[in-house]
């Protein structure tokens, strides 16, 4: 069902009018949708795309090519129903984000899906999970997210 997708699209937008756009950017309120739609088990599917920091590229990686040119991917298809979920929502309401006008040179991607298997969205980080998007919005990122997700895949992603 795209209803799900529909809520995320709608929270954000809600969230985004009861709020002044001193307190929160549009990035920022795009994570609380994910956050919370994550946290209400709205979310079936989550793909986690990974370069490792060892290949070399000849520019930037976007989101774009990131999810084009992955080396490594890991699909959780049912995130609710792992032993990961409660480490999920928790670590992912710690993210927090602040636009940049630059792209960073991307190495890891988390890929939302709702439980009709729409894209709710996604979150990318570069190596060291300081500088990333949300969806195609460049960021700097804060939160425990990345480094939960460094400790727990790259053993198996590299």
Avoid at 7 to 30: D, K, M, W
Avoid at 99 to 105: F, K, L
Avoid at 132 to 158: K, R
């Amino acid at each position: 069902m795209r209803v799900t997708y529909y809520t995320v699209i709608l929270f954000a937008i809600l969230v985004g009018c009861a709020r002044s756009p001193e307190t929160e950017n549009p990035a920022q309120i795009y994570v609380k949708a994910l956050s919370m739609a994550l946290e209400k088990d709205q979310i079936g599917r989550v793909e986690i795309l990974q370069i490792p920091a060892r290949i070399l590229t000849t520019g930037q990686v976007s989101p774009e090519a990131l999810e084009r040119q992955f080396h490594n991917k890991l699909v959780i298809r049912d995130i609710a129903a792992t032993a990961y979920r409660n480490k999920v929502v928790d670590r992912f309401k710690t993210v927090s984000v602040q636009p940049r006008t630059e792209t960073a040179d991307l190495r890891w991607g988390v890929i939302f899906y709702s439980r009709d298997d729409t894209r709710a969205g996604a979150v990318y980080f570069d190596r060291n999970g300081h500088f990333g998007s949300v969806n195609s919005l460049p960021v700097s990122l804060q939160g425990d997210f990345f480094h939960w997700l460094d400790d727990t895949f790259s053993g198996c992603l590299q």
